[in-house]
C-alpha cells in the first residue's frame, strides 16, 4: 500500500465527490461541500498531488466517469455517494483506495473492491454523536406528534385536540435499538434519562458494563423484540444480510402503532411496506433521514405518506461532524502517503481484505 517510493513520494491524482452548496458554501466552516472540498485542497496539493473536486456523479457522461480510468483515490461521502458499481471498479485501473468522509460505505460494491485488492476505510465514530442526537429527536417528534403541529400553525390554523389526540410521553415507553454498536450505544445513553424501559436486539450481548451504563436489556429474539417496543431504531449497517430486513411480516411483528426510526440506510427498511404500514396504521409513524433510492425521486411516496417526518440526509452532517470527518480524512490520508496502516476500526477493505460484518 506504500506510495513513498525510493525516497520520493509518488504523486496521485485524487477525486473528491461531494454536494454543491452553492450561497451556503460561503461558510469556510461547512467543509462536506464541493466549493469547499473538504478543506483538503492545500494540503493535497502542496504535496504535488492533483485534487479534482466535483459533484456530477450520474450517468455514462459525468465528470467521475472521466476521472475513472486513472484516479489513484476516491474519496466520497454517503450524503452525496458516489455509487462505485462493479463496473466502474473494473474501469478504475489505478484506484488503490476508497475514503468515506462519514460513516457508511454501501455506496461501493465491496466484493468487487476486495476482489481488485483495494482499500476501503471510512471515518469511524466521526458522526456518532450527530446521528444519535438525532434519532432521539426524531423519537420525541414521532411520540408528540410534531410535524402535523407545526404544519397547522404554519398554515395559520390552531386545533389542539387534532394534534394531542395522539401525542404521547417518553417516559415509561419502551424502546429499542435493533444493533448495539456505536450509535446504538449513544442513542440508548441519552434515553435512559427519560426513564423508559430500554430494550437492544444484536447478536451478541455488549456486556455487562455497557448493559450497566444504558440501563438497556439484551434480547436475542427479534419477535419478541418487536412485540415489546414502542419505538423502534434501526442502527445496523446496510449489508446482504440486512437488505430488507423490515418486510412487511418483520413490521406487522411489530406493536401495532409503533413508532418506527432510520437513520441508518433506507435499504434496510421495504419501502413499499413502510408505506402501507403508516397508511394501515401498523406504524405510528416512520421517521428517517435515508431514502431507497437516494437522493429520491420527487414522486418517492414517503414523502407522501401520512405520519412520515422524513429529512434529507443530514444527521450525520453536521458542522460539527464535517470537521471530525474531514480531519479523519486528512490523517488517512497522510497515513497511505507515508505507507503507514489506517486506524484499523477504520478498514472496511484492507487490500482485498473484507472486514468480518460484510462477508
Request: charge should be negative.
Amino acid at each position: 500500500m506504500a506510495v513513498v517510493q525510493g525516497g520520493e513520494q509518488k504523486t496521485m491524482k485524487v477525486v473528491g465527490v461531494f454536494y454543491k452548496a452553492h450561497e451556503y458554501a460561503k461558510d469556510p466552516k461547512f467543509l462536506g461541500c464541493a466549493e469547499n472540498a473538504l478543506g483538503l485542497r492545500e494540503f493535497l496539493e502542496s504535496k504535488g498531488h492533483t485534487y479534482i473536486v466535483t459533484d456530477d456523479k450520474e450517468g455514462d457522461n459525468c465528470e467521475l466517469e472521466k476521472h475513472i480510468p486513472d484516479m489513484d483515490i476516491l474519496i466520497t461521502t454517503p450524503f452525496h455517494p458516489a455509487y462505485m458499481t462493479p463496473e466502474r471498479l473494473k474501469k478504475a485501473k489505478n484506484l488503490k483506495l476508497i475514503l468515506t468522509a462519514g460513516v457508511g460505505s454501501d455506496h461501493i460494491d465491496l466484493h468487487t473492491a476486495a476482489e481488485k485488492g483495494m482499500t476501503v476505510a471510512e471515518v469511524s465514530g466521526s458522526n456518532v454523536v450527530s446521528v444519535a442526537e438525532d434519532e432521539l429527536m426524531r423519537i420525541l417528534i414521532l411520540l408528540r406528534n410534531f410535524v402535523p403541529a407545526h404544519t397547522q400553525v404554519s398554515e395559520g390554523g390552531w386545533n389542539v385536540a387534532a394534534v394531542a389526540y395522539k401525542a404521547f410521553d417518553l417516559q415509561g415507553k419502551t424502546v429499542g435499538t435493533v444493533g448495539s454498536g456505536r450509535i446504538g450505544l449513544e442513542l440508548l445513553k441519552r434515553l435512559k434519562a427519560f426513564d423508559c424501559k430500554l430494550l437492544y436486539y444484536a447478536r451478541h450481548s455488549m456486556g455487562e458494563e455497557k448493559e450497566k451504563a444504558t440501563g438497556a436489556t439484551w434480547e436475542s429474539d427479534l419477535d419478541k423484540f418487536l412485540a415489546a417496543c414502542d419505538v423502534v431504531s434501526i442502527n445496523l449497517p446496510l449489508s446482504d444480510k440486512t437488505r430488507g430486513m423490515f418486510n412487511k411480516e418483520v413490521l406487522n411483528k411489530m406493536k401495532k402503532g409503533a413508532m418506527l426510526v432510520n437513520n441508518a440506510r433506507g435499504a434496510i427498511v421495504d419501502v413499499d411496506a413502510v408505506k402501507e404500514a403508516c397508511e394501515s396504521g401498523q406504524l405510528g409513524g416512520y421517521s428517517g433521514d435515508v431514502w431507497y433510492p437516494q437522493p429520491p425521486p420527487e414522486d418517492h411516496c414517503w414523502r407522501y405518506m401520512p405520519n412520515q417526518a422524513m429529512t434529507p440526509h443530514i444527521s450525520g452532517t453536521t458542522i460539527d461532524a464535517q470537521a471530525r470527518y474531514a480531519h479523519g480524512v486528512q490523517e488517512m490520508l497522510e497515513q497511505y502517503f507515508s505507507g503507514k496502516p489506517l486506524p484499523e476500526e477504520n478498514y472496511i477493505v484492507r487490500e482485498g481484505e473484507l472486514a468480518g460484518q460484510y462477508q
